[in-house]
């Protein structure tokens, strides 16, 4: 079975301050990484994707993720976080081979960027 | 290219009814997966569709069923509504195994 946990249900942060979004998953089988984005009351967006290849994976808004499969970890890192990057993130692992298109998500991390 | 619109956006029920949600998928998209979010929870995968026939159903009761039409918009239908339905239902779509594009959800309340 897959899980994914996010070490850190609400991180609070500094303007200007870096930040790292901790994601552990687990899977018996290859496995494709996410990082999802959701503002208040608003669906979910694609930040970056971990499929193959390089591990350090470069997303939108500045966002980057490393594959780590050894420790079975995504982390999502930003070297310096504006105001307008307050939301939910979401780490999510697909399942190579599995139904297409099913995600197995975490709970979620809350970024709170402060002036 | 219009992106996945969901329809309603918000809607309350009671106990015990039916609710009929709706999905457009993205142009293009053949794939539709429905998930539910409820508060303070990461999104859990209900069912998909391919191509109109279900592909792979999470852990939620029959009273859940869904369809996808010819034109690859969707339905999700949940019977005999209980108050732990209330949650955001995301609908998203894909080109079979690509990024999944998601809506903006309908927030169901159950009273």
């Known amino acids: 079975a897959q899980s994914v946990t996010q070490l850190d249900s609400q991180v609070p942060v500094f303007e200007e301050a870096p930040v790292e979004l901790r994601c552990n998953y687990s899977?018996?089988?290859?496995?494709?990484l996410f990082w999802y984005v959701q503002y208040p009351n608003q669906g979910l967006q694609l930040l970056l994707k971990?499929?193959?290849?390089?591990?350090l994976v470069k997303g939108i808004n500045g966002f980057e993720a490393e594959f780590n499969k050894s420790q079975t970890s995504f982390h999502l890192r930003k070297p310096s976080v504006h105001i307008s990057d307050t939301a939910e993130y979401f780490c999510?692992?697909?399942?190579?081979?599995?139904?297409?298109?099913?995600?197995?998500f975490g709970r979620g991390t809350q970024l709170t960027v402060w002036p | 290219e219009t992106g996945v619109t969901q329809s309603p956006t918000h809607l309350i029920k009671t106990r015990g009814q039916q609710v009929t949600l709706r999905c457009s998928s993205q142009?293009?998209?053949?794939?539709v997966s429905w998930y539910q979010q409820a508060l303070g929870q990461g999104p859990q995968f209900i069912f998909q569709?391919?191509?109109?026939?279900?592909?792979g159903r999470g852990n939620f009761p029959p009273r859940f069923s869904g369809l996808q039409f010819p034109n690859y918009s969707s339905e999700l239908n949940v019977n005999a509504l209980e108050l732990d339905d209330s949650a955001l239902y995301l609908c998203?779509?894909?080109?079979?195994?690509?990024?999944?594009?998601f809506g903006e959800g309908s927030r169901l309340t159950v009273l």
């Open positions: 971990y499929l193959s290849g390089s591990t």
């Open positions: 142009s293009g998209h053949n794939t």
């Open positions: 569709y391919y191509r109109e026939e279900e592909n």
């Open positions: 998203a779509s894909s080109l079979a195994a690509g990024e999944l594009f």
């Open positions: 999510a692992v697909g399942v190579g081979g599995s139904t297409l298109g099913r995600l197995y």
């Open positions: 899977s018996s089988v290859s496995v494709y």
